[in-house]
């Protein structure tokens, strides 16, 4: 789908306050990896991951996506009850029922006609809601939307590193689990509004997806940890990439050379190496947070986007890619005009 109507009104991001190093993980791993004989920092070495950010205390997801959330309408200075959709899109949730959007809803305290509910499909729900959300206001449903995303890693660190730290933690434990050790916690929001009641501000364009389910078992998490074939994960996720690349060169017009910043999902040094080779991408025009801030699931995509107009390395006019691979496997891609 791409949008003719659709702007990007509000953006913000929020760093979890506490940093929890590779060097400490590793400290605690230190039985586990002398008695399986691991002398590489998998980590640090190879992910590119010395750091990762998790929240002080019981913070649940819906309070990481009302603290974005509050930021992002006030950056969009729209009263919260012009507000039509409320989108959450957290791989992390408070209850399986109700949903985390109705409590980020009430926590707002969002009008009664304001519809919300939960997209959950991985690291790319985030581009999900505001394809779905965009899809409202192109057909003039709704005048506003808030796609919010709020990650808590912490229950996840707790209990996979008291597995990997068991007397009975085998090698191919060790390899399936790893990745959750890259995880990072944080939270996003973004106000989607029509064009026209937000002139001046970033439009929205759109984009492509496509899929390849048939990959669907390469990574299996829970709220407690994550089972992941990342030889496999990475793979794949680079073919399919390709794939939907293509197609967006054909439907978006997409010139590598010709976009001026890629926000990639940052999962590591070697998936961004591989992801930027395979798409003839300048690594210069991707700014990493991974390496201090892990993988922070779908919030990955806004907190770099809100990052990179943080830093002012966004002037008016500039073409920005939003690429994703989520496991599924599913991939978009997809275009912001500053």
């Known amino acids: 789908?791409?949008?003719?109507?659709?702007?990007?009104?509000?953006?913000?991001?929020?760093?979890?306050?506490?940093?929890?190093?590779?060097?400490?993980?590793?400290?605690?791993?230190?039985?586990?990896?002398?008695?399986?004989?691991?002398?590489?920092?998998?980590?640090?070495?190879?992910?590119?991951?010395?750091?990762?950010?998790?929240?002080?205390?019981?913070?649940?997801?819906?309070?990481?996506?009302?603290?974005?959330?509050?930021?992002?309408?006030?950056?969009?200075?729209?009263?919260?009850?012009?507000?039509?959709?409320?989108?959450?899109?957290?791989?992390?949730?408070?209850?399986?029922?109700?949903?985390?959007?109705?409590?980020?809803?009430?926590?707002?305290?969002?009008?009664?006609?304001?519809?919300?509910?939960?997209?959950?499909?991985?690291?790319?729900?985030?581009?999900?809601?505001?394809?779905?959300?965009?899809?409202?206001?192109?057909?003039?449903?709704?005048?506003?939307?808030?796609?919010?995303?709020?990650?808590?890693?912490?229950?996840?660190?707790?209990?996979?590193?008291?597995?990997?730290?068991?007397?009975?933690?085998?090698?191919?434990d060790f390899r399936n689990e790893l990745a959750t050790l890259t995880l990072g916690s944080g939270a996003a929001a973004m106000v989607l509004a029509r064009a026209e009641l937000a002139p001046g501000a970033p439009r929205y364009k759109g984009g492509v997806t496509r899929a390849a389910t048939e990959w669907n078992k390469l990574c299996r998490g829970n709220l407690d940890g994550m089972v992941t074939d990342t030889r496999m994960l990475l793979i794949e996720g680079i073919k399919l990439a390709q794939k939907t690349f293509a197609v967006a060169r054909h439907k978006l017009g997409w010139v590598a050379e010709e976009l001026d910043e890629f926000v990639i999902h940052q999962v590591s040094k070697v998936h961004t190496a591989a992801f930027t080779k395979a798409m003839g991408i300048d690594p210069k025009k991707v700014l990493t947070i991974f390496g201090e801030h892990g993988n922070i699931g779908p919030a990955s995509v806004p907190i770099v986007l809100s990052k990179l107009r943080e830093m002012g390395r966004l002037k008016k006019g500039d073409r920005v890619a939003l690429l994703g691979i989520g496991s599924g496997l599913n991939c978009s891609m997809a275009e912001v005009v500053w």
């Not at 990481?64 to 930021?71: E, H, Q, R």
Request: hydrophobic share 45%; charged share 25%.
């Open 1 to 172: 789908m791409q949008f003719q109507h659709v702007a990007i009104a509000g953006l913000a991001h929020i760093d979890a306050p506490r940093r929890l190093s590779s060097e400490e993980i590793n400290l605690r791993l230190k039985p586990t990896l002398d008695r399986l004989g691991i002398r590489t920092d998998v980590l640090g070495d190879i992910a590119g991951i010395h750091a990762r950010r998790l929240w002080d205390g019981d913070v649940l997801a819906s309070d990481a996506a009302t603290l974005a959330a509050v930021k992002a309408l006030a950056d969009s200075g729209i009263d919260p009850d012009r507000v039509g959709l409320l989108v959450n899109t957290s791989v992390s949730r408070d209850y399986l029922e109700p949903s985390t959007a109705s409590i980020v809803s009430g926590n707002l305290g969002l009008a009664d006609t304001c519809q919300n509910f939960d997209v959950a499909n991985a690291c790319l729900a985030f581009i999900n809601g505001m394809d779905i959300a965009s899809r409202m206001i192109e057909c003039g449903e709704i005048d506003y939307a808030l796609v919010v995303d709020g990650e808590t890693a912490d229950l996840a660190y707790e209990k996979t590193l008291e597995r990997l730290t068991s007397a009975n933690c085998t090698e191919a």
